[in-house]
């Protein structure tokens, strides 16, 4: 049976899941009955949620979990987090708990600054191209004033147009490098619309420009998009107490506080020295921002791919955060570019992006950027104070165990049994599946 398709984006939903359920899955009946399963029973909210993307035929379920007693700038929020690794809310709450007695988390917005490029090839010297720019900025801020005029009156809009000159890395290869202020939304659409003028707007200019021969007419827009590395939209946040705080927590691991502390920066320091550790060190970061960043309906793989840049920026990939440690007071904090948005895209549109947002007060996107930033950071926090201390493995494998449980078909019973058995002992697959075993040969 062949196995591909023409005009699969044609067929209705139910048409995909039949010829999937016959010319893929193991049996199509049970297939097709489980897909449909997972699909909501009001039709309005389906079609919603089918509009996101395409070709969708079924829904993909991820627990939506909250992280309360985060204390940012003087406020407590509960943040919500969908994400599908154990212990990760546990981390960013237990983490949030701590803070809370010691000040809680502070952030500031650095800027807002997003950035889009128009990427261009012309033939001519780049100190003739750099004179044509004078006359051609203003022509392109014209060009678009019907796209920018709603978000100029917002407060937002166009706040720069620089020529960026490659040609000596690739001969004729220049840039526009367009800055802009979204206001609060994450702004990709409209950066994209603006961008797309200015490349009509360019290779209208150099057609009918009076100042230049025929030779320099001769411009070809090779692409034109916003940059997901936004540097300049960006939030410091941090937490600090005095090293004295750790005593409690300390003295669990049998401990100093102080000792405590400098393990914890040297841990930092050693993710800002060697960029193996420093990938897992800021995994651990987005495995809290990716949270927040999904549970209100933003885009996680822009603001990784642009976090990740950013830990380069000096040439080697590093830690996001650093630890620092004087006159007893120990600091942990962070810069992270972060471009999100309350209004538009799906903030608006998925049912519980809105009730997120709501949970959170209505923030604004600067609001939001620093809950964010704070989970990062807070997340950051628990797992390198895991590893200093009892491992990972140990709060990891216990927040598993309902996986492994799960897994091995637990019923309500042996669920119950195994988690008092386990809050004392370690967890590891074999031993969930030992125990169950011998659960299961005594009854
Ligand atoms: P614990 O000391 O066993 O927790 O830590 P506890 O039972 O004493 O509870 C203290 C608080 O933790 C609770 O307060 C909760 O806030 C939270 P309460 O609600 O009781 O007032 N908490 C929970 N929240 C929800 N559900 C739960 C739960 N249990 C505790 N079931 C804990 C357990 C997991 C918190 C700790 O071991 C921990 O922080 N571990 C770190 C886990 C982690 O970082 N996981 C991420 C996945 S691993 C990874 O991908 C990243 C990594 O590679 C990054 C790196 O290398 O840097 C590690």
């Known amino acids: 049976m062949t196995k591909s398709i023409n005009g699969f984006s044609k067929l209705s939903k139910a048409e995909k899941l039949e ?24 039709n309005s909210m389906q079609r919603v949620i089918d509009g996101f993307t395409e070709n969708a035929v079924a829904n993909f379920a991820l627990p939506y979990s909250i992280a309360p007693n985060f204390l940012i700038n003087g406020q407590v929020y509960a943040v919500p987090m969908v994400i599908e690794e154990s212990s990760v809310v546990a981390a960013a709450s237990s983490a949030a708990k701590f803070w809370l007695d010691r000040g809680g988390f502070h952030a500031e917005v650095i800027d807002t600054v997003k950035l889009g490029q128009v990427h261009f090839r012309w033939p001519g010297n780049p100190e003739r191209l750099r004179e044509i720019f004078q006359n051609l900025k203003p022509v392109l801020i014209e060009s678009a004033e019907d796209l920018v005029a709603n978000m100029k009156s917002r407060g937002g809009g166009i706040t720069g147009i620089e020529l960026i000159d490659f040609a000596d890395v690739e001969p004729g290869y220049y840039q526009l490098r367009v800055s802009f202020q979204t206001c609060d ?31 320099e007419r001769d411009v070809e827009v090779i692409m034109s998009i916003l940059s997901n590395y936004t540097p300049e939209c960006a939030v410091r946040v941090w937490a600090e107490c005095p090293i004295s705080s750790f005593r409690e927590l300390a003295i669990k691991q049998g401990m100093e506080a102080e000792m405590l502390a400098e393990r914890f920066a040297m841990a930092v320091r050693i993710a800002q020295i060697d960029t193996y550790r420093a990938t897992t060190h800021n995994k651990g970061i987005y495995n809290g921002i990716d949270a927040v960043v999904l549970a209100t309906g933003n885009d996680f793989r822009a603001i990784e791919a642009g976090g990740h840049t950013f830990a380069s920026r000096d040439g080697q990939y590093r830690s996001l955060s650093s630890c620092h440690i004087s006159d007893g007071n120990f600091t942990f904090e962070m810069t992270v570019p972060l471009a999100m948005g309350t209004v538009g895209g799906l903030t608006a549109l998925h049912p519980l992006a809105k009730r997120s947002l709501e949970l959170l007060g209505h923030p604004s996107a600067r609001e939001l950027m620093c809950i964010a930033a704070s989970v990062g950071l807070a997340q950051n926090f628990a797992a390198v104070r895991s590893l200093i201390t009892t491992g990972i493995q140990k709060g990891h494998m216990k927040m598993h165990l309902t996986n492994i449980l799960n897994h091995l078909e637990a019923t309500e019973e042996e669920m119950t049994s195994a988690l ?15 125990y169950l075993e011998g659960l299961r040969e005594t009854h």
């Open 185 to 215: 939304s994450m702004g990709a659409n409209f950066i994209n619309s603006v961008l797309e003028r200015f490349d009509q707007t360019l290779e209208a200019f150099f057609t009918d420009f009076e100042g230049i021969n025929d030779e």
């Open 420 to 434: 008092s058995h386990f809050e004392h002992q370690t967890v590891s697959f074999s031993a969930v599946r030992g």
């Open 19 to 42: 010829w999937l359920g016959e010319t893929y899955a193991d049996n199509a009946a049970d297939f097709v009955q489980e897909m449909k399963s997972w699909q909501y029973a009001d």
